[in-house]
DNA sequence: CACCCGGATGGCACTCAGTGCGCTGCTGAA
DNA sequence: TTCAGCAGCGCACTGAGTGCCATCCGGGTG
């Protein structure tokens, strides 16, 4: 159960260099074969790159710490989102731009169960991985919250917005991929995911896929009744009912 | 501008120990004194302990690592929060008590403006602290998140809920907090605050600030006309504009 | 006064992460 | 063939963090 499910995948055609080494995977392997055998911070480098066979100036020529061989595949994720969001135009609604940037990440985990589930169980044990991970996970939640800013810079209070809907999107995310990580990789995590954002997408006031096609109709006229005492959140979720979208 | 702001205050009366040993504070003020000078990186441990007189031995029994010099109070502020949180009872709305919770943290901030605008340059220049910063933060959160796990319990999806809000009101915080720290704490910490805390608020339904008295409008209809194929999020922002929010 | 005891401190040696530098060996191009 | 460049390796070094023990100091007890 060791080999086959530590590394992760890697099988798309080279974004950047031809040929993966597979210096990294085997550094990987040994790794996580180590960690998951006597603990992470009972397994020096040294130990590492004894298994693998290789030097250890290599291991650190492959990752700048020792935390990132257990993260081996988050910067690309990161740099994914990045051009995720750099592809976005005025058409995108922007809450709902970001949730589905936040499954970006999902996929990512979900393209290896195993080795997510194996990880997860490691972080949450050791403290020195639960910070190192918090710090990856304030980069996407800064790739977020950057778009947004420049999204929702013509709103008052747009940098605050932006910030607080970042984290909102990814703390449901992250509560959906920890549940999902907790029950072995078993449920259907986009399912999970995809309700904890509807969640953050109602608080928020964002709406719905583009029209189902079909019928499309006139002008509308709506009427909303609402006590300015009201949480602007109740006001959204009714225009929503009346509109039939969501 | 060195010596007397370096250390933060503590006048309370000695809530754990009787006297403040004073190679605590000599640390802290020789630890500050060097980051200013020639950075955090540049600064080692052995350099400080040189400053302050003591020995290196003596540095790490008063800090678990050379981090945790640059943020010595905020042991003491969790602990608040912790307590504050679990002092609280059915009568308090739970939204506006973790924003209440979030605003001791503002005050101890606030306590030393001088030495928190240092820490703040500091952090935001040195990637390592920054990293430090975000496991201090979390813990925070996960205060917050558990308090609101067994207030929102009973809810479908409290915990996820709970996540989300503790992440929405600690990335409000933040955003108030920076604000005013890059303004070398010259404005008004805890309007900032409160106004960021605010749209927290409205947003998740905890019915803000009791209204600031005077007059009580009656309630309101909101006419919006919408073409069906607008985006929903322009509705939504025409009713903001409507209602006077945002 | 002599003694002892506990806590605070200092000193030392050690492990280990991370870095800089130079060497080797391979490979592809001129 | 020769040379340039690169990937890997070895080595020495810095600096954070730890364990262990000696020391010092204050106070209580005989």
């Not at 992470?40 to 004894?50: C, G, L, P, W």
């Not at 919250?145 to 008052?156: D, K, N, P």
């Not at 009427?223 to 300015?228: A, E, G, H, L």
Request: glycine share 6%.
């Amino acid at each position: 159960m060791s080999s086959s499910s530590a590394a992760p995948r890697r099988d798309e055609t080279a974004e950047t260099a031809g040929a993966k080494p597979p210096m990294r995977e085997a550094l990987v392997a040994a790794a996580f074969q180590l960690f998951l055998e006597r603990g992470y911070e009972q397994t020096t480098v040294d130990d590492i790159v004894a298994l693998a066979g290789v030097g250890r100036r290599s291991f650190f020529r492959y990752f700048p710490s020792k935390e990132d061989v257990v993260f081996p595949d988050h910067e690309r994720c990161l740099a994914d989102m990045t051009a995720f969001l750099a592809a976005s135009d005025e058409e995108h609604e922007p809450v709902r731009r970001v949730c589905d940037a936040a499954r970006l990440v999902l996929r990512m985990y979900a393209e290896n169960p195993a080795f997510s589930v194996q990880r997860y169980r490691l972080t949450k044990k050791v403290p020195g991985l639960r910070a190192y991970e918090l710090s990856v996970v304030w980069r996407y939640e800064r790739a977020l919250a950057e778009y947004l800013r420049g999204r929702l810079a013509v709103r008052r209070d747009g940098t605050l917005q932006a910030d607080v809907i970042a984290a909102a999107v990814v703390a449901a995310h992250n509560n959906a991929l920890r549940s999902w990580l907790r029950s072995d990789g078993q449920g259907d995590a986009s399912a999970t995911v995809d309700h904890a954002l509807g969640y953050v997408q109602s608080a928020f006031g964002a709406a719905s896929p583009p029209h189902p096609a079909g019928d499309e109709p006139a002008d509308d006229v709506v009427v909303v009744v609402s006590r300015r005492g009201a949480p602007l959140w109740r006001v959204v979720q009714e225009i929503e009912t009346t509109l039939g979208r969501d």
